[in-house]
């Protein structure tokens, strides 16, 4: 099992940047597929990105492809988001995820088993 906690949410104007983190806890930080989703109060949750197990396949959503990257330094067991070119349609509490047990479903949040309690990004226009 893994326990996972996100920080680097904040206000920020609209195209500046921001880094989010999620710090995992126990020593198999590399055995779990990555990713992060956002969500708006009264909408389904938006998969933003992903990462394989050894850093070296990323997976992004359409809104974000070219603005965002998805990073993890299995050494710190720490999974990273760097925002730039941010827009107020970004706001919204960010999710970091993981998967165990991978299937591909990569965009789908059934695919993941484990789940941070969420950090609030809002962006001002």
């Known amino acids: 099992q893994v326990q996972l906690v996100e920080s680097g949410g904040g206000l920020v104007q609209a195209g500046g940047s921001l880094q989010l983190s999620c710090a995992a806890s126990?020593?198999?930080?590399?055995?779990?597929?990555m990713g992060w989703f956002r969500q708006d109060p009264g909408k389904a949750r938006e998969f933003v990105a992903a990462?394989?197990?050894?850093?070296?396949?990323?997976y992004y959503g359409d809104s974000v492809e070219g603005r965002f990257t998805v990073s993890r330094d299995n050494a710190k067991n720490t999974l990273y988001l760097q925002m730039s070119s941010l827009k107020p349609e970004d706001t919204a509490v960010y999710y970091c995820?993981?998967?165990?047990?991978?299937?591909?479903?990569?965009?789908?949040?059934?695919?993941?088993?484990?789940w941070g309690q969420g950090t609030q990004v809002t962006v001002s226009s």
């Open positions: 995820a993981a998967d165990l047990l991978y299937t591909g479903r990569y965009y789908s949040p059934n695919e993941y088993a484990y």
């Open positions: 126990g020593r198999t930080f590399s055995r779990y597929f």
């Open positions: 990462v394989s197990r050894d850093g070296g396949s990323t």
